[in-house]
């Protein structure tokens, strides 16, 4: 079941549709042995080196958005931090913070649909000295156009951050004031640029695995760069705050498979896994991620960086 005849080792092919459905219903010593292909899988297409990655969260809350699973979403009502863009000054020293600890990209983020015009030329300005500070500067700043993303182009963005979420079919029932055709737009017109990019989802939310599969697909069609897996943590007063963390066994499959389809890309795993993976976090790894979101999350605590170090090094991968 688990055989290099349906996943060809250093190819760069990956199984169909139907293969990643049966193989999302297996249990037992049988996750195990997919997580041991999708390890052999990441192996011979990426190495054993992981790539870090750190964020700011630069302008929080307030955000017209009626996203169910986040706090920072004015529909909901959260203990949330809501603050304007913060200075320069402190975006660069967080990336200069970050660098030293390893990091090899830093994601300047914000709240709401996108930035106002006064907001875009201060964050162009600090790409600028992102850059100069040795990182290369990632952005998540919502839906943009062309334009919006020539500038930061211009000034010396690497990478745009937009996550799908979810599949097409399960948008809807997490967000109504923007569309999946919306977030593909923005995808495209990143692509259109020759921006490399990062897009994945959020686990947990209640979508099934077929909707897993299908985004899966989607990232693959789309050419994206970086898949961010990120797993949701309920948080009170979002309409989803009620719901339950995912298994660890679950995520760790859910790791595996997004291997298995996207031989070739980074596997970057985010927000939720210390809540959601406890004490199997190394393990990631082993079920094929070569990436990792270090230190804090939007809104919610990560790991201790050192810790995370170490976790990388006893795994037997490389910075």
Known sequence: M?????????????????????????????????MALANRVREANRGIRVDLCSIINARSGACPEDCSFCA?????????????????????????????????????????????AKDMDEICSCITDVRKEGLLPCATLGMLGHEELKRLQDAGLHRYHHNLETSEAFFSEICTTHTYRDKIKTIEAARALGLSLCSGGIFGLGETWEDRIDMAFALKELGIDSVPVNFFTPIEGTPLGNRDLLEPLEALKIIALYRLILPDRE?????????????????????????????????????????????????????
């Open 2 to 34: 688990f055989s290099a005849e349906k996943i060809m080792i250093g190819t760069g092919h990956s199984p169909d549709r139907e293969w990643a459905l049966q193989m999302a219903q297996c249990r037992g010593a049988d996750i195990v042995s997919l």
């Open 72 to 116: 920072q979403s004015a529909h909901s009502s959260t203990r949330a931090e809501t603050y304007p863009l913060v200075n320069r000054g402190n975006i660069i020293s967080a990336a200069r913070e970050a660098r030293q600890r390893g990091v090899k990209r830093f994601c300047i983020v914000t709240s709401g649909k996108k930035p106002s």
């Open 267 to 319: 596997v970057r795993v985010c927000g939720g896994r210390p809540g959601t993976l406890r004490d199997l976090q190394s393990h990631i790894f082993s079920a094929g991620a070569d990436g990792l979101l270090i230190g804090n999350y939007l809104t919610t605590p990560g790991r201790n960086p050192e810790e995370d170090i170490r976790m990388i090094r006893d795994m037997g991968m490389e910075l």
